[in-house]
């Protein structure tokens, strides 16, 4: 096992114990669990659901493409993560579109905060990288890569966000008149 493999490791071994943090300074009550309605927990599990049909269309992409032996010019890890960062775009945007991305005992400025701050510092990370090492290697797209999808992830959730709390503010003044 190379130093890139153990950084790679290491580096998601941290993140998910960073997360475990991450979730508990979410909630009102610094609870690890997040609560949610009758309703918010039906659409979730419909979220899930396009999000694990989604992933299985993506892996039998993949798989054909390995049949075919096409050469993606990229690391199975970073076709990996790529399919990982699609299903959890679908889940997320599925959710928050419905109402059941905000738990019920979710600080929403705090969720706001962590998740700018986790985006700011994967594109800081993705564009530091690629602009010192460039987007290539040897002939195939860096693993880097995963921190600018990561960051992007987390951007395109904050826009999503921002536009369903327009909507929802521009629905809400259109009643009251």
Known sequence: MNGKNIGMAMGIFIGIIISLFVIKAFN???KMKTKYDEMQE???GRAYKYAFWILVI???L???ADCLNLDLRSSNYLLQFIGIIIAVMVHAIYSIWNDAYIGLNTNPKRFAIICTVISI???AIGIGEITNS???ENGMIRDSLSNLLCGICFLVLA???FIKRSHDSAEEESEEV
């Open 28 to 30: 009102k009550d610094g």
């Open 42 to 44: 039906l659409v979730r």
């Open 58 to 60: 993506y892996e039998v």
């Open 62 to 64: 993949l798989i054909l």
């Open 121 to 123: 510092i994967n594109l």
């Open 134 to 136: 460039g987007l290539l």
């Open 159 to 161: 826009v999503v966000l």
